[in-house]
Antibody
Framework: QVQLVESGGGVVQPGRSLRLSCAAS????????VHWVRQAPGKGLEWVAV????????YYADSVRGRFTVSRDISKNTLYLQMNNLRAGDTAVYYC??????????????WGQGTLVTVSS | EIVLTQSPATLSLSPGERATLSCRAS??????LAWYQQKPGQAPRLLIY???NRATGIPARFSGSGSGTDFTLTISSLEPEDFAVYYC?????????FGGGTKVEIK
């Protein structure tokens, strides 16, 4: 059974850092690109970042480039989102979402349940 | 950067009725348009990709059409579980983007 489980969210002060995790099961991360998508409270969806299935590339939305970094640990089948210099505007539920096998299609066919990040002093 | 405009913002219908949701792109995205359903407290679920292809396990009452800049999601006969928010998403141009959503509520 394919599953993505996010963790690591919480309340953090502006300017501080937080690392989110996305544990995958039922499939191997090395075969799939995985994205981060966020949703501010009561708002719509915003694509944040992607790590290529072969680990060769990462891409970021302009709003987070230079502050957020995507990485993974294949041995743990887990994806990470390191978030630095957090701002109030980063407050959102963060979802990890899987792309189609062997492709970087920006098509999100499996999603985790999300983890809430609140940036507040 | 492409902007996706969804209309209406809210659609009030009764079970059994037909729902027609619109998504308009600020420039052509070819057929690279997807639709997602999101229920309260849940993650989105992929319904339709490449404008008209149903994702795995999606009932036949959901259908998509369109190309270029104008797209439609149709739910032929609303079931109680279909009342939710629907988002369109384009992947034809960088960066990928979502529309603002249409809420389908019970009338």
């Amino acid at each position: 059974q394919v599953q993505l489980v996010e963790s690591g969210g919480g309340v953090v002060q502006p300017g501080r850092s937080l690392r989110l995790s996305c544990a995958a099961s039922g499939f191997t991360l090395s075969n799939y690109a995985v994205h981060w998508v966020r949703q501010a409270p009561g708002k719509g969806l915003e694509w944040v970042a992607v790590l290529w299935y072969d680990g060769s590339n990462t891409y970021y939305a302009d709003s987070v480039r230079g502050r957020f970094t995507v990485s993974r640990d294949i041995s743990k089948n887990t994806l990470y989102l390191q978030m630095n210099n957090l701002r109030a505007g980063d407050t959102a539920v963060y979802y990890c979402a899987r792309d189609r096998e062997g492709l970087v299609d920006f098509l999100f066919d499996q999603w985790g349940q999300g983890t809430l990040v609140t940036v507040s002093s | 950067e492409i902007v996706l405009t969804q209309s209406p913002a809210t659609l009030s219908l009764s079970p059994g009725e037909r729902a027609t949701l619109s998504c308009r792109a600020s420039q052509s995205v070819s057929s690279y348009l997807a639709w997602y359903q999101q229920k309260p407290g849940q993650a989105p679920r992929l319904l339709i990709y490449d404008a008209s292809n149903r994702a795995t396990g999606i009932p036949a009452r959901f259908s998509g059409s369109g190309s270029g800049t104008d797209f439609t999601l149709t739910i032929s006969s609303l079931e109680p579980e279909d009342f939710a928010v629907y988002y369109c998403q384009q992947r034809g141009n960088w960066p990928p983007a979502f529309g603002g959503g249409t809420k389908v509520e019970i009338k």
